[in-house]
Nanobody, 122 residues
């Protein structure tokens, strides 16, 4: 089970850190990712990280502003979001899959958190 938290309302240019805590299983051999979704649109890839944290991948729209990281000892994945823009407003979901490779499609992932709302005001 994945539990996402950390969303909220922030002004343009501000920062937020999302957390995704896993329970009920060993987290260390799971690749993890963050996706986001706005009403009427498909779920969009944001960032992914391998089980070890050695490799990451980002959507072009967030590269240089967002950082994905993980602490396997705490069974938690993070998404640090800086220089937020109104177009970053969405519900953010964390996802996980038992694999050693990076995956960028929502259909690749087996486990999902419940989503946390991020709203960026202009």
């Amino acid at each position: 089970q994945l539990q996402a938290s950390g969303g909220g309302l922030v002004q343009s240019g501000g920062s937020l850190r999302l957390s995704c805590a896993a329970s009920g299983r060993t987290f260390g051999n799971y690749a993890c990712a963050w996706f986001r979704q706005t009403p009427g649109k498909e779920r969009e890839f944001v960032a992914a990280i391998t089980w070890s944290g050695a490799t990451t991948s980002y959507a072009d729209s967030v590269k240089g502003r967002f950082t994905i990281s993980r602490d396997n000892a705490k069974n938690t994945v993070y998404l640090q979001m800086n220089s937020l823009k109104p177009e970053d407003t969405a519900v953010y979901y964390c996802a996980a899959k038992a694999t050693y490779i990076l995956l960028r499609l929502p259909s690749d992932y087996d486990y999902w958190g419940q989503g946390t709302q991020v709203t960026v005001s202009s």
